[in-house]
């Protein structure tokens, strides 16, 4: 699998886990140069992943993978996943 399969094998077990997938233009506001980087938050109770469109496809991927493991991992243990994604998850 590519690293694109992969990061989009990612956001669709994120979106399954329920939580709220939303990309960043990369920056906060139109004239700032304060870029914004990607992360896991919880949000009233939601779990959010801000992907951050100024990061690589690898570093988004990352936070992905972090979301899942610490939030999601019944859904990995229960879901037939490519061995690819299996060996990036860790799992």
């Known amino acids: 699998m590519t690293p694109q399969q992969i990061h989009d094998e990612l956001l669709t077990l994120a979106r399954d ?3 709220d997938v ?6 906060i506001g139109r004239d700032s140069d304060l870029p914004v980087a ?3 938050c919880r949000v ?3 779990i959010w992943v801000i992907l951050s469109q100024a990061e690589s496809l690898e570093e988004r991927s990352d936070v992905l993978i972090e979301a899942l493991t610490v939030h999601a991992s019944s859904l990995l243990e229960d879901r037939y996943l490519p061995p690819a994604v299996r060996a990036r998850l860790g799992v």
């Open 17 to 19: 886990a329920g939580f």
């Open 38 to 40: 990607s992360g896991v």
């Open 22 to 27: 939303r990309r960043s233009s990369g920056k």
């Open 44 to 46: 009233r109770g939601s």
